[in-house]
C-alpha cells in the first residue's frame, strides 16, 4: 500500500512539474508580449518626437534663411540706392578698390 502511495505521489509530482512548466511557459510568452507591445509603443513615441523636432527645426531654420535673404536684399538696395545717389563717387571708390586689391594681388 505504501508502495501504491509512494507511486501516487510520484506521479502526482510529475504532473504538478509539468503543470508549472506550462504556466512558466505560458508567463514567458505574455512577458514577452508585453515587451515587444512595450518596444513598440516606445518605437513609436520616439519616431513622433523625432519627427516634430525636424519640423522644429525646419522651421526655425526656414526663419533664419528668410530673414538672411531679406537682410542681403535690404543691403543690396541700399547699395544700389547709395550708388544711384552719387554714381561718380562710387566709380572712383570702386576704382581705388580695384588698385588696392591688384596691389595686394602683386604681391
Not at 50 to 67: H, L, T
Request: hydrophobic share 35%.
Amino acid at each position: 500500500m505504501e508502495a501504491k502511495s509512494s507511486q501516487n505521489d510520484y506521479e502526482q509530482v510529475r504532473e504538478d512539474l509539468r503543470k508549472l512548466s506550462d504556466d512558466l511557459s505560458k508567463l514567458t510568452k505574455t512577458v514577452a508580449e508585453g515587451q515587444k507591445s512595450n518596444i513598440s509603443s516606445l518605437r513609436d513615441e520616439i519616431r513622433r518626437e523625432s519627427r516634430e523636432a525636424f519640423d522644429q527645426v525646419r522651421q526655425r531654420s526656414d526663419a533664419a534663411i528668410n530673414r538672411a535673404r531679406d537682410a542681403g536684399t535690404k543691403a543690396v538696395d541700399d547699395v544700389e540706392h547709395k550708388i544711384e545717389e552719387r554714381p561718380f563717387l562710387s566709380i572712383i571708390i570702386m576704382f581705388l578698390a580695384g588698385l588696392l586689391v591688384g596691389r595686394l594681388l602683386d604681391r
